[in-house]
């Protein structure tokens, strides 16, 4: 009896100290994270098809071209960099089920992207719930940034905060009559929403609000509208194909030469002169100062000029490809910003990165802004200080954001 309950304890032991030794070597959840991991696996979504393509592709270069670099220069950590990618196509359902497939199938500790808002929305209680750290490279919406999304960081300038820099341009240069456009999607009615709202906080009213279904064929009932409330500045929250064919609109209609067009930056798709035409003249973009050469020079300053020749590269001049350099940059700088923070917690435990990407950013040496503003408050990383305007005709003067 005394031998069977001796045997029965070693047996418990050993099984003890067996399912220890597996959980040591076994490769941790991005929820627990890993001191010494053999694999970093950062998990990159968005529109890589359809409407939205452009973006999806700007956010795989820069995703791309930021791990390649780092994986010829040792990793993170010591350990190589593996990149999981999904195409969502814009569309919510596939978003939400390849996030699931990227964390739990791919054991993806970080997440870049998705893309687009709407897609990014539906699957950011997922994320929450995981633990995951999702860095928003493209993705605009307002509240995808809050409280309720404590592991969600934004490096882009958000709907608010372009929004608010919109509405601040066109009072400061008195425009009377202030025409907001805007898609009926989830980013479009964000976008109206905050415009209406710094508009009240000015004391003014929009002369008109002219709404549409993304993708129709026909804008002429929005540039009608515009030329009926005798818009002197239309404040365009579209994205560039839209706000193309709706320049084309107004030009047919005879108004285009009558309006100054203010867009936020979806609108700053390289193919919008050539879809808009000449009447791409009368429309300026929110512009990143950091990105504008300064007057009487022909470089960026020299961090961001070395990136954009990194940039230029790895996927040729302008016209050679279908992105711009201020669309790669925020997904590379997403990558670096997450090898920082997880090489300065030793861990890529993402409650140990959240916490030093909240109170030690302003270590971190960009190559997008002068200063990000993340805190345990905010998440919002891009400053409403380094935001300009500037003409399209001057945006795409050979390949660089030439400043107004």
Same mark, same amino acid.
């Given at each position: 009896?005394?031998?069977?309950?001796?045997?029965?304890?070693?047996?418990?032991?050993?099984?003890?100290?067996?399912?220890?030794?597996?959980?040591?070597?076994?490769?941790?959840?991005?929820?627990?994270?890993?001191?010494?991991?053999?694999?970093?696996?950062?998990?990159?979504?968005?529109?890589?098809?359809?409407?939205? #393509?452009?973006?999806?592709?700007?956010?795989?270069?820069?995703?791309?071209?930021?791990?390649?670099?780092?994986?010829?220069?040792?990793?993170?950590?010591?350990?190589?960099?593996?990149? =999981?990618?999904?195409?969502?196509?814009?569309?919510?359902?596939?978003?939400?089920?390849?996030?699931?497939?990227?964390?739990?199938?791919?054991?993806?500790?970080? +997440?870049?992207?998705?893309?687009?808002?709407?897609?990014?929305? =539906?699957? /950011?209680?997922?994320?929450?719930?995981?633990? !995951?750290?999702? /860095?928003?490279?493209? #993705?605009?919406?307002?509240?995808?940034?809050?409280?309720?999304?404590?592991?969600?960081?934004?490096?882009?300038?958000?709907?608010?905060?372009?929004?608010? #820099?919109?509405?601040?341009?066109?009072?400061?240069?008195?425009?009377?009559?202030?025409?907001?456009?805007?898609?009926?999607?989830?980013?479009?009615?964000?976008?109206? *929403?905050? /415009?209406?709202?710094?508009?009240?906080?000015?004391?003014?009213?929009?002369? !008109?609000?002219?709404?549409?279904?993304?993708?129709?064929?026909?804008?002429?009932?929005?540039?009608?509208?515009?030329?009926? #409330?005798?818009?002197?500045?239309?404040?365009?929250?579209?994205?560039?194909?839209?706000?193309?064919?709706?320049?084309?609109?107004?030009?047919?209609?005879?108004?285009?030469?009558?309006?100054?067009?203010?867009?936020?930056?979806?609108?700053?798709?390289?193919?919008?002169?050539? +879809? =808009?035409?000449?009447?791409?003249?009368?429309?300026?973009?929110?512009?990143?100062?950091?990105? *504008?050469?300064?007057?009487?020079?022909?470089?960026?300053?020299?961090?961001?000029?070395?990136?954009?020749?990194?940039?230029?590269?790895?996927?040729?001049?302008?016209?050679?490809?279908?992105?711009?350099?201020?669309? !790669?940059?925020?997904?590379?700088?997403?990558?670096?910003?997450?090898?920082?923070?997880?090489?300065?917690?030793?861990?890529?435990?993402?409650?140990?990165?959240?916490?030093?990407?909240?109170?030690?950013?302003?270590?971190?040496?960009? !190559?997008?802004?002068?200063?990000?503003?993340?805190?345990?408050?905010?998440?919002?990383?891009?400053?409403?200080?380094?935001?300009? /305007?500037?003409?399209?005709?001057?945006?795409?003067?050979?390949? +660089?954001?030439?400043?107004?």
């Amino acid at each position: 009896m005394r031998k069977k309950l001796v045997s029965s304890i070693l047996l418990s032991v050993l099984l003890l100290v067996t399912a220890c030794s597996n959980e040591k070597e076994g490769s941790s959840s991005p929820k627990e994270g890993n001191s010494s991991p053999s694999e970093i696996v950062i998990g990159n979504i968005g529109a890589m098809s359809g409407t939205s #393509a452009v973006l999806g592709k700007a956010q795989s270069q820069g995703v791309e071209l930021a791990v390649k670099e780092i994986n010829e220069n040792g990793g993170i950590l010591g350990a190589q960099v593996r990149i =999981a990618t999904r195409d969502d196509e814009a569309d919510p359902t596939k978003s939400k089920t390849f996030v699931e497939e990227l964390v739990d199938k791919e054991k993806a500790n970080f +997440l870049i992207g998705p893309t687009n808002s709407t897609p990014a929305a =539906a699957s /950011m209680a997922y994320l929450q719930e995981s633990k !995951v750290i999702s /860095m928003l490279p493209v #993705a605009t919406g307002t509240n995808l940034i809050s409280k309720d999304n404590p592991y969600a960081f934004r490096i882009t300038p958000s709907n608010a905060t372009q929004a608010k #820099a919109l509405v601040k341009i066109a009072v400061e240069k008195k425009y009377k009559n202030i025409a907001l456009v805007a898609d009926t999607s989830a980013l479009g009615v964000d976008g109206i *929403a905050v /415009m209406e709202e710094t508009l009240k906080e000015y004391g003014v009213e929009p002369t !008109v609000i002219a709404t549409y279904k993304s993708d129709d064929p026909d804008m002429t009932p929005i540039a009608q509208k515009i030329k009926e #409330a005798n818009a002197d500045v239309a404040l365009f929250w579209t994205l560039g194909a839209d706000g193309a064919k709706i320049v084309r609109s107004l030009e047919r209609i005879d108004y285009i030469d009558k309006l100054n067009i203010l867009g936020y930056t979806g609108v700053a798709m390289p193919n919008f002169k050539e +879809l =808009a035409g000449p009447g791409a003249n009368q429309v300026s973009v929110i512009s990143m100062n950091n990105w *504008a050469v300064a007057s009487g020079k022909t470089e960026l300053e020299p961090k961001y000029w070395e990136i954009y020749q990194n940039i230029i590269n790895e996927y040729g001049e302008y016209k050679k490809r279908d992105t711009n350099p201020t669309s !790669v940059v925020p997904s590379y700088e997403a990558v670096y910003l997450l090898k920082w923070a997880i090489e300065k917690a030793g861990t890529t435990d993402t409650v140990e990165v959240k916490k030093v990407l909240e109170n030690n950013v302003e270590e971190f040496e960009s !190559v997008f802004v002068n200063q990000y503003t993340f805190s345990e408050e905010s998440h919002e990383g891009y400053p409403l200080a380094e935001l300009d /305007m500037a003409s399209i005709s001057e945006m795409f003067n050979g390949d +660089l954001y030439i400043k107004k």
